[in-house]
């Protein structure tokens, strides 16, 4: 059974602070990951992909632990609308799957 | 560009009514494209998986004569919920993965969601 679990928090950072998020997937299998963006009562939205060297974009950071099978994502100088759900992805081989989706962490950016 | 659309954005339907919800790439074309349902505070789960001119996919403990997947086109997906019951009040979204994107590192785009609750 492909799985991917986070911890749904919420976490709650004062504006400005860096925060990190991992998450872990069960299915070995898997080779693409994402980080999605859901906020509240829409859509998720794609934030970054997940490369096995790591990748930054902007003040995200992702990064990629085949051997221990997780995945994490940082925020810097974290920003108000940067409160949201994250949610961590998978996907199989050649990406033929439909995505699997963590349930999601809570985070909340307080002023 | 890659953009999805859903129609309708929301449904209040009585029990036992049918209701066609509207997948659409506007600007480009996916011979596949995903079915999820996501309930308050759960995650999104993986309905089904709907390609062109052929029969859906569906995911265990989905029925598939209660959820019709039709994918006509290149730029249309229809899932109907037949027989519509309060448990299957939800959020169904739909994405599509653009037709001849290769390699690892393929994206779905989200459509916005159709917010269904069943009196």
């Known amino acids: 059974r492909k799985e991917v679990e986070q911890d749904p928090g919420p976490f709650n950072v004062p504006e400005g602070a860096t925060v990190a998020f991992n998450c872990t997937y069960s299915?070995?299998?898997?080779?693409?990951f994402f980080w999605y963006r859901q906020d509240c009562r829409k859509e998720p939205k794609l934030l970054m992909s997940v490369y096995s060297s790591g990748n930054e974009d902007g003040r995200f950071t992702a990064q990629l632990n085949r051997a221990s099978q997780y995945i994490s994502l940082l925020i810097r100088d974290s920003k108000l609308s940067d409160s949201a759900t994250y949610l961590c992805?998978?996907?199989?081989?050649?990406?033929?799957?439909?995505?699997?989706f963590g349930k999601g962490t809570h985070l909340i950016i307080q002023p | 560009g890659a953009v999805v659309s859903q129609h309708p954005s929301w449904v209040i339907c009585k029990s036992g009514t049918s209701v066609k919800i509207e997948c659409r790439s506007l600007?480009?074309?996916?011979?596949?494209m995903f079915w999820y349902r996501q309930f308050p505070k759960q995650s999104l789960m993986l309905m089904a998986t709907?390609?062109?001119?052929?029969?859906?996919?569906?995911e265990q403990g989905v029925e598939k004569d209660k959820f019709l997947i039709n994918h006509a086109s290149l730029t249309l997906s229809t899932l109907t919920v037949t027989s519509a019951h309060p448990e299957d009040s939800s959020f169904y979204i739909c994405s599509a993965r653009p037709r001849g994107l290769a390699g690892t590192y393929n994206e779905q785009f989200f459509g916005p969601g159709t917010r269904l609750t069943v009196l």
């Open positions: 299915n070995s299998a898997s080779q693409s």
């Open positions: 600007d480009f074309q996916a011979t596949t």
């Open positions: 709907s390609n062109e001119g052929s029969k859906a996919t569906y």
């Open positions: 992805v998978a996907n199989g081989i050649g990406g033929a799957d439909g995505l699997t």
